[in-house]
Antibody, heavy 119, light 111 residues
Framework: EVQLVESGGGLVQPGGSLRLSCAVS????????MTWVRQAPGKGLECVSV????????YYADSVKGRFTISRDNSKNTLYLQMNSLRVEDTAEYYC????????????WGQGTLVTVSS | QSVLTQPPSVSGAPGQRVTIACTGS?????????VHWYQQLPGTAPKLLIS???NRPSGVPDRFSGSRSGTSASLAIAGLQAEDEAVYYC???????????FGGGTKLTVL
């Protein structure tokens, strides 16, 4: 059974940092690109970052470029999102998801971890 | 504003058929990138509902179907059931943004 479990969310002050983790199981992690998608309270979905299967290439939405860093440890079956210089508008539920193919769907999602940026 | 445009809400009575439109542009749906649909039930993570324009993943009832033409796509739900109340999102790839984009979501209410 494919499972993705996020952790690391919480309350942080503006300008602070957090590192999210996504532990996966049930598939060959090193064979799939992965992504972080966020959802602000009551709002829609936004793909904030993507990383290739090897970790060699990453994509960032303009809204987080220069502040967030995606990475992965294929030996630990874990995906990460380092979030620095956090802003109030980064408050959201953060989901990790598996990308089925190069431009394919996000076929498996985690349950999400909530990040709240507030003073 | 979202790159892909969806109606904010649709509704239908149990047993009826509803459709949800998703309109894109020449840099996403018009560039032949596939569209995918997700269902988000209240308080849960999104779930893949339709992949590659019209394919149903295993376990998705055949009441759900997808189609796509040019810069538009649509999700149809036949035989509406109370459990279909959810928010539905379309998603594709945009080559001008070099990233995956979502529609704003459509809330389906079963009357």
């Amino acid at each position: 059974e494919v499972q993705l479990v996020e952790s690391g969310g919480g309350l942080v002050q503006p300008g602070g940092s957090l590192r999210l983790s996504c532990a996966v199981s049930g598939f060959t992690f090193s064979s799939y690109a992965m992504t972080w998608v966020r959802q602000a309270p009551g709002k829609g979905l936004e793909c904030v970052s993507v990383i290739t299967d090897s970790g060699g290439v990453a994509y960032y939405a303009d809204s987080v470029k220069g502040r967030f860093t995606i990475s992965r440890d294929n030996s630990k079956n874990t995906l990460y999102l380092q979030m620095n210089s956090l802003r109030v508008e980064d408050t959201a539920e953060y989901y990790c998801a598996r990308i089925a193919l190069s431009y394919g769907p996000l076929d498996y999602w985690g349950q999400g971890t909530l990040v709240t940026v507030s003073s | 504003q979202s790159v892909l445009t969806q109606p904010p809400s649709v509704s239908g009575a149990p047993g009826q058929r509803v459709t949800i439109a998703c309109t894109g542009s020449s840099s996403n749906l018009g560039a032949a990138y596939d569209v995918h649909w997700y269902q988000q039930l209240p308080g849960t993570a999104p779930k893949l509902l339709i992949s590659d324009n019209s394919n149903r993943p295993s376990g998705v009832p055949d009441r759900f179907s997808g189609s796509r033409s040019g810069t538009s796509a649509s999700l149809a739900i036949a035989g509406l059931q109370a459990e279909d109340e959810a928010v539905y999102y379309c998603q594709s790839y945009d080559n001008s943004l070099s990233g995956r984009v979502f529609g704003g979501g459509t809330k389906l209410t079963v009357l």
